[in-house]
Structure formats: structure tokens, C-alpha cells
């Protein structure tokens, strides 16, 4: 399978326990944020969104918390479980601007100890 | 129902030949992107298409990198006189429309030798 995270900054964290990673954007004009989960030999699989008139967007144990203002963007995952280790990636889109391609930031490595 | 899938999942070339990399969007989908994936990064813009009209090829490396979607469903990356650089992770995501959730399909891992 594909080896990911070799050199990628990773999150250790106990089962149980809740997880956060954060993530910087840098495009001022970008107005739709997504969070995209890509387990090893997968592609990436979308796990939530955000557009940039919401501060905050939540899911299904996951949260998304969006600072526009520092252009920082972070997931929260509660309860995280053996599953949730991945490599997540964060994803930004300038919608307006008619442009329509996702640029990602650099992923951050979950292991999920047990 | 079926994910988006791309064929071969694994190329191997010798530097200087033609590939093609096919993907198959998710049906209905009018959005249909492809991106490069190399180790340990994200994925890459290359360019994307609404139904058959290319809309933005930006991300094209150079002019040895093609894309088509004539029929507005399947897609065909080529890469022309291919090079040992362009070995990498090709991934293939389609949308309902643009500014939608993209899913993206497992790849096509080419290695130019």
C-alpha cells in the first residue's frame, strides 16, 4: 500500500481520547475549507466542510472550527478511535473567484494508541 | 453505488513512452478533477472539467500533460514522453457540480524507469 507521513508532523493520541489538528491556510480570498481523512492505499475521503460565512460546522464526532481571522482552521475528533488513524489533510477553495480547484495543506499524521 | 474508479491502479513505463490514465466519475457527476498525489502530500491541482469543457488546466506541468472528457463522463490524463519526474500518485476525484464535496477514487501509481 501507499506509505504516507513518512516526514508529516503526527498526532499521537490514547484511544478514548479527544483529538485535535490544526491547520493553517494561506489564501485570504479562500471561502470553503475541507477536511479530508486518506487512510493508507486510499484516496482521500471527505469527512466535513465549511464555508467561510460559518465559524464552526459540526458532525458526527467530528467539529470544524474556522478563525478567519488568523486563517486557521482546525478538527476536532471526539472519542478517537483505532479507526480514525490516518493522515488527514486540510482543504481550501476560493469559490467565488470561479476557480474550482482544492488546495491542501500539509497533512498531519493520527495514530491512535490503545 | 460505485465510487469513482480509475484503471490501471499501477503503471510502469520506460522513460521516453506515452501513457494513459483513465477515470470513471461517479455517475452523474458534471465535475470531474485530477490532481497528483506524491508521497507524504497532499494532492496537487492538475486541471478539472464540467462535463466535456476543460475549465481550468493551470496545474498542468508542462505541454507533455493532457486531459479530455469528450462525452462529459470518462477522462484520460496522457502524459507524452514520459519522464522519470513525472513518477507519482495520479488521483481522479469527481463532484455532483462545482463547488461541491469531491470524492476521489484510489489512483494510479506510475513509475516512469
Known amino acids: 500500500g501507499e506509505s504516507v507521513g513518512l516526514h508529516l508532523p503526527t498526532l499521537s493520541v490514547q484511544e478514548g481520547d479527544n483529538s485535535i489538528i490544526n491547520c493553517a491556510y494561506s489564501?485570504?480570498?479562500?471561502?470553503?475549507f475541507i477536511w479530508y481523512k486518506q487512510e493508507s492505499g486510499k484516496g482521500p475521503q471527505f469527512i466535513i466542510d465549511i464555508r467561510s460565512n460559518m465559524d464552526k460546522r459540526q458532525g458526527q464526532r467530528v467539529t470544524v472550527l474556522l478563525n478567519k481571522t488568523v486563517k486557521h482552521l482546525s478538527l476536532q475528533i471526539a472519542a478517537t478511535q483505532p479507526g480514525d488513524s490516518a493522515v488527514y489533510f486540510c482543504?481550501?477553495?476560493?469559490?467565488?473567484?470561479?476557480?474550482?480547484?482544492?488546495?491542501f495543506g500539509t497533512g498531519t499524521q493520527l495514530k491512535v494508541e490503545l | 453505488g460505485a465510487g469513482v474508479s480509475q484503471s490501471p491502479r499501477y503503471k510502469v513505463t520506460k522513460r521516453g513512452q506515452d501513457v494513459a490514465l483513465r477515470c470513471d466519475p461517479i455517475s452523474g457527476h458534471v465535475s470531474l478533477y485530477w490532481y497528483r498525489q506524491a508521497l507524504g502530500q497532499g494532492p496537487e491541482f492538475l486541471t478539472y472539467?464540467?462535463?466535456?469543457?476543460?475549465?481550468?488546466k493551470s496545474g498542468l506541468p508542462n505541454d507533455r500533460f493532457s486531459a479530455e472528457r469528450p462525452e462529459g463522463s470518462i477522462s484520460t490524463l496522457t502524459i507524452q514522453r514520459t519522464e522519470q519526474r513525472d513518477s507519482a500518485m495520479y488521483r481522479c476525484?469527481?463532484?455532483?457540480?462545482?463547488?461541491?464535496?469531491?470524492?476521489f477514487g484510489p489512483g494510479t501509481r506510475l513509475t516512469v524507469t
Open positions: 482543504a481550501e477553495e476560493d469559490l467565488t473567484g470561479g476557480g474550482n480547484k482544492l488546495t
Open positions: 476525484a469527481s463532484s455532483l457540480r462545482q463547488g461541491h464535496e469531491q470524492y
Open positions: 489564501n485570504s480570498a479562500s471561502d470553503y
Open positions: 472539467f464540467n462535463y466535456e469543457a476543460q475549465q481550468d
